[in-house]
């Protein structure tokens, strides 16, 4: 469902180079991608940025407020750009933004659940994931019913198969 949706804006996961083919964790994303080099420079540095701030090796919950201060000044300065195309620029962008976050959430939920060898920290861990994503500070009906659902639901399932 959520793919369905990323595919009607256009279709975003790893920091591409300028011009560099880039995986989607979505197939359904790849539109965006393909896109995202037709927008304006603001929004195709600042998802460079983004991405490659998701690729830190530190804990998703720690860098989620960097994540969210990163974005705005994004979305600020590439509303304050002249247009690159005739394309849906922030859309295209926002696109690319949630499908590389989805793929953050899902790697890191496998890699907690990979390390915790009987612990038990994976669950607090996971939980603190769950609490950190929801309380992302972004609305719209599209995020509230589609996008962070998908997001969360990596985390809800790897918490149901727990013991």
Same mark, same amino acid.
């Given at each position: ?48 940025? %983004?991405? &490659? @701030? *998701? $690729?830190?090796?530190?804990? =998703?919950?720690?860098?989620? +407020? ?59 861990? %996971?939980? &603190? @994931? *769950? $609490?950190?994503?929801?309380? =992302?500070?972004?609305?719209? +009906? ?22």
């Amino acid at each position: 469902m959520l793919g369905a949706l990323w595919s009607l804006l256009s279709g975003c996961s790893r920091s591409p180079a300028p011009g560099a083919a880039v995986t989607p964790f979505n197939p359904n994303a790849a539109g965006c991608y393909q896109r995202l080099e037709k927008v304006n420079p603001a929004f195709q540095q600042g998802y460079r940025d %983004l991405a &490659a @701030l *998701l $690729a830190q090796p530190a804990p =998703l919950v720690s860098l989620l +407020p960097g994540v969210v201060a990163a974005h705005e000044r994004v979305l600020q300065a590439g509303r304050a750009a002249p247009p690159g195309s005739r394309l849906p620029e922030e859309d295209v962008y926002v696109c690319c933004l949630r499908d590389t976050l989805e793929g953050r959430v899902a790697r890191e939920v496998k890699a907690l659940v990979d390390a915790d060898a009987g612990t038990g920290d994976a669950r607090a861990r %996971l939980e &603190a @994931l *769950l $609490a950190a994503l929801h309380g =992302l500070p972004w609305s719209g +009906p599209k995020w509230t019913d589609h996008e962070r659902p998908a997001l969360e639901k990596h985390v809800r399932d790897a918490l149901a198969a727990l013991p």
